[in-house]
């Protein structure tokens, strides 16, 4: 399985960027799709997950009602939008491939190369 991360950038504070994640390889339906980020000094940390059958979402508090994971099985990709963005958003967000929607890093199996997110205030 590969995973290839595009869509960061710099966006204003309060601005909106959407993540993509490309997947190559074979995917199972009970398979989740999370997307991490790591900001420089600090521990990787969850954002969201999505089953690739669809169904179920899972989000970290800080970005609920911001941010939304979703999925296209037919594009075999994951999506993040991320809306109203704030100074503690920058970071590198990685998606990441594993056997359940878990929101453990380590459960995850398979890891992009991560795209920068930057917010300008």
């Known amino acids: 399985v590969q995973l290839v991360e595009s869509g960061g950038g710099v966006v204003q504070a309060g601005g909106s960027l959407r993540l993509s994640c490309a997947a190559s390889g074979r995917i199972f339906s009970t398979s989740g799709m999370g997307w991490f980020r790591q900001a420089p000094g600090k521990e990787r940390e969850f954002v969201a997950t999505?089953?690739?059958?669809?169904?179920?979402?899972n989000y970290a508090d800080s970005v609920k009602d911001r941010f939304t994971i979703s999925r296209d099985n037919a594009k075999n990709t994951v999506y993040l939008q991320m809306n109203s963005l704030k100074p503690e958003d920058p970071a590198v967000y990685y998606c990441a491939l594993g056997q359940w929607t878990y929101s453990r890093s380590d459960r995850y199996d398979y890891w992009g190369q991560g795209t920068q997110v930057t917010v300008s205030s």
């Open positions: 999505v089953r690739w059958s669809g169904g179920y979402t």
